[in-house]
């Protein structure tokens, strides 16, 4: 306490309308706390308490918040609070006035979770118009006078309060801090500020996703601040997508996914089918999904790359099933994530869906993975595109290893070296005994393209500037860049190798995305702006397939995980738009939708510019870039119905994919596994 007096007068004042202000909000946590308690009966003590101290971190952030503007404007004389009694009494006002707001708005939201078990949201805004009816419906709904005498009690008795508060702590201290203790105390405030507004002590702040660590809503209901969700939705608020578009497609996209007519519901939009796949391994098959950062097609020597920069990659596919025409529907990474967990196109407009808090909840084939463990590795920090709320909310038991669960350097912004993941993953692999699931997140094939100290054994290569330009490297670094995650994907499986686990294991490696920069121009994939989208996807299973081939079909990333299980034998409920690749034959539907550009099929591709117009590519033939779509308007309509199908079921699923039990929700769908053709 000596030590506080002796503090600046403003940094008093701050101080303790900062420590009421966090008071109010913890009041207002224990009370909702108290209010919902039985929603949390079944959540685990720890997960509540857990919940409760993130919630503690939000409401110090918001309570710093509205405090700085006084921490940014109370230095200047006419607006110090204790300069004169104005000025005390404007910033008394100020923050009283503010308290009005957030009182009403917890008020809200107390009423808002009572009714839909959600937190307050920006969605809050569709059911404000028009204005008229939504004030009826309040006034006939809740006690309107009572609930306004009332906030208005509790800010005049907050205003009452600060105003006494800060009486005593702007009296003159007996003894102020000597010249530069006392700069080096201001100093030491406003890092503790930013830090507490920060959040955490990582590379990314705290955001809303932290809140989702556990699977049960309610958990996460009692971390979120209301008043800062709000906010974190906001830029969500509007929902993309159109019930009756999507209602008027929904016989063709029933029958693209094989749904069979008695299984249809055009009436609630329903493409569940449950799936029993006709290859049963006689025991279970662990998977391992490894995701390669910036894998564009064109850079991997099997695509016939020149400069041979992925010998170790190429080894493996040329021994599993290599499809050569796999697309990803948008180039941003957490975008790639989103879509191959969830089997939706992520459409989101204004960002990755990952970072939209209204559409967290998702179902995902992962968790017709029953009795298996699940791990997730990332070199950095989950936080980044708000993916733990992406992961750890829909997949419960998943154990997340990511910034500072390594015994290893960090390189740069995106953490440890790929190679040091890869062994981390392969440590935690080498003793398991019941069969495991891992999603392992490569970082490291990306700007800057650090290489480590600790290289393992690798080694720069060099070539000049004309040569990678021709083999679609823009500098030497990106080269390197790609051979290392190439060099850590042979160290992995080296250790592998060696261990019980590989022959019981399937390994999956998808490029998340490529890259939109220079490609080689023997291709007409630079040209046609595709390099972006074009990448990747090896099955390698030592254990289940025996000869390696190549699949030249049109594929797409949401067709991932029900190829994976249908590979292995699991039964799943499939809610989405994927579908197995390895039960579909030459007279199937092959396509690929291409968020912001059009729809691939095997023969063309169609491309729709920003007012709607057609161009027509018959992308594999020998004149790849002719537009054609004044020779072919009936495949301009079929592909234009195929686009609009696809993209309005897509904004439609990503709204309406909750997660659901993985079971017999109508007869089995029983198909043959053609991977049978490969052994």
Same mark, same amino acid.
């Given at each position: 306490m000596p030590m506080f007096k002796r503090l600046p007068a403003l940094a008093r004042f701050l101080l303790v309308l900062t420590a009421i202000n966090l008071a109010v909000f913890v009041a207002f946590r224990l009370a909702f706390w108290t209010v919902f308690r039985s929603t949390l009966a079944d959540a685990p003590a720890r997960d509540?308490? $857990?919940?409760? *101290?993130?919630?503690?971190?939000?409401?110090?952030?918001?309570?710093?918040?509205?405090?700085?503007?006084?921490?940014?404007?109370?230095?200047?004389?006419?607006?110090?609070? !204790?300069?004169? !009694? !104005?000025?005390?009494?404007?910033?008394? =006002?100020? @923050?009283? !006035?503010?308290q009005f707001v957030l009182l009403l708005l917890y008020f809200v939201d107390f009423g808002h979770y009572g009714y839909l078990r959600l937190r307050l949201n920006a969605s809050v805004l569709d059911h404000l118009f028009p204005v008229a009816v939504a004030a009826r419906m309040a006034w006939?709904?809740? %006690?309107?006078?009572?609930?306004?005498?009332?906030?208005?009690a509790l800010t005049l008795g907050y205003a009452w309060l600060a105003r006494r508060a800060t009486r005593r702590v702007l009296a003159p201290a007996p003894a102020s801090l000597a010249k530069w203790p006392r700069r080096a105390a201001v100093a030491m405030l406003a890092a503790l500020y930013f830090f507490g507004m920060y959040g955490k002590w990582s590379l990314y702040p705290l955001r809303w996703s932290e809140a989702y660590f556990s699977a049960n809503d309610a958990v996460a209901a009692l971390a979120l601040n209301p008043v800062l969700f709000l906010e974190d939705t906001f830029d969500n608020r509007s929902r993309p997508y159109d019930a009756n578009k999507v209602r008027e497609h929904y016989p063709y996209v029933a029958s693209l996914l094989g749904l069979k007519t008695d299984a249809r519901d055009p009436?609630?939009?329903?493409?569940?089918?449950?799936?029993?796949?006709? #290859?049963?391994?006689?025991?279970? @098959?662990?998977?391992?999904?490894?995701?390669?950062?910036?894998?564009?097609a064109f850079k991997a020597g099997v695509f016939g790359n020149r400069l041979n920069p992925t010998p170790y990659f190429d080894a493996v596919a040329k021994k599993g099933i290599l499809f050569t025409n796999f697309f990803v529907p948008e180039v941003p990474t957490a975008r790639s994530v989103f879509t191959m967990l969830t089997g939706i196109p992520d459409v989101n407009p204004q960002s990755a869906a990952s970072r939209n808090p209204l559409i967290v909840n998702q179902h995902t084939l992962v968790n017709a993975l029953e009795g298996y463990e699940k791990f997730y590795f990332l070199g950095s920090s989950a936080n980044w595109g708000n993916i733990r709320g992406l992961l750890a909310h829909n997949i419960p038991g998943l154990r997340m290893y990511e910034e500072g669960d390594y015994d290893a350097p960090q390189?740069?912004?995106?953490?440890?070296?790929? *190679?040091?993941?890869?062994?981390?993953?392969?440590? *935690?692999?080498?003793?398991?005994?019941?069969?495991?699931?891992?999603?392992?997140?490569?970082?490291?094939?990306?700007?800057?393209? $650090?290489?480590?100290?600790?290289? +393992?054994?690798?080694?720069?290569?060099?070539?000049?500037?004309?040569?990678?330009?021709?083999? =679609? @490297?823009d500098n030497l670094a990106a080269y390197n860049g790609m051979r290392f995650l190439d060099y850590a994907l042979g160290y992995f499986f080296a250790q592998a190798r060696q261990s019980p686990y590989f022959r019981s294991t399937v390994f999956v490696m998808y490029g998340d995305h490529g890259n939109p920069n220079p490609a080689?121009?023997?291709?007409?994939?630079?040209?046609?702006?595709?390099?972006?989208?074009?990448?990747?996807?090896?099955?390698?299973? %030592?254990?289940?397939?025996?000869?390696?081939?190549?699949?030249?079909?049109?594929?797409?990333?949401?067709?991932?995980? %029900? $190829?994976?299980?249908?590979?292995? =034998?699991?039964?799943y409920l499939n809610t989405a738009l994927g579908r197995d690749l390895l039960a579909l034959g030459p007279d199937d539907p092959h396509f690929s939708l291409l968020r912001q550009e059009g729809v691939l099929t095997d023969?063309?591709?169609?491309?729709?510019?920003? +007012?709607?117009?057609? #161009?027509?590519?018959?992308? +594999?033939?020998?004149?790849?870039?002719?537009? *054609?779509?004044?020779?072919?308007?009936?495949?301009?309509?079929?592909? +234009? #119905?195929?686009?609009?199908?696809?993209l309005e079921t897509s904004k439609y699923l990503m709204y309406h994919n909750p997660p659901r039990p993985h079971a017999p929700a109508e007869p089995p769908v029983r198909h043959a596994n053609r991977v049978a053709a490969a052994e």
């Open positions: 509540v308490l $857990t919940a409760l *101290v993130l919630g503690f971190r939000f409401d110090l952030r918001l309570a710093l918040i509205i405090g700085l503007p006084l921490a940014l404007l109370g230095w200047i004389r006419p607006l110090h609070p !204790a300069g004169s !009694a !104005a000025a005390r009494r404007a910033w008394i =006002g100020y @923050f009283a !006035a503010v006939e709904t809740y %006690p309107v006078v009572w609930g306004l005498l009332g906030l208005t009436q609630n939009l329903s493409f569940a089918r449950y799936i029993v796949p006709e #290859r049963k391994p006689a025991a279970p @098959f662990n998977l391992v999904v490894i995701h390669l950062e910036s894998f564009a390189e740069d912004a995106w953490g440890i070296s790929d *190679v040091a993941l890869f062994e981390k993953a392969h440590e *935690v692999f080498k003793d398991r005994k019941q069969p495991f699931f891992a999603f392992i997140q490569t970082a490291g094939n990306h700007r800057p393209y $650090t290489i480590p100290k600790d290289q +393992r054994g690798f080694e720069l290569a060099h070539a000049d500037d004309k040569t990678l330009l021709d083999n =679609g @490297f080689p121009r023997t291709t007409p994939w630079e040209t046609l702006m595709l390099t972006g989208h074009h990448v990747p996807l090896v099955i390698y299973a %030592p254990g289940l397939i025996k000869q390696g081939r190549r699949i030249d079909f049109t594929a797409s990333l949401p067709d991932s995980l %029900p $190829t994976y299980l249908s590979l292995i =034998g699991k039964p023969e063309f591709f169609l491309r729709l510019d920003p +007012r709607g117009q057609p #161009r027509l590519y018959r992308y +594999r033939s020998q004149a790849p870039t002719q537009d *054609v779509h004044e020779r072919y308007p009936d495949k301009v309509a079929e592909l +234009r #119905r195929l686009y609009e199908a696809l």
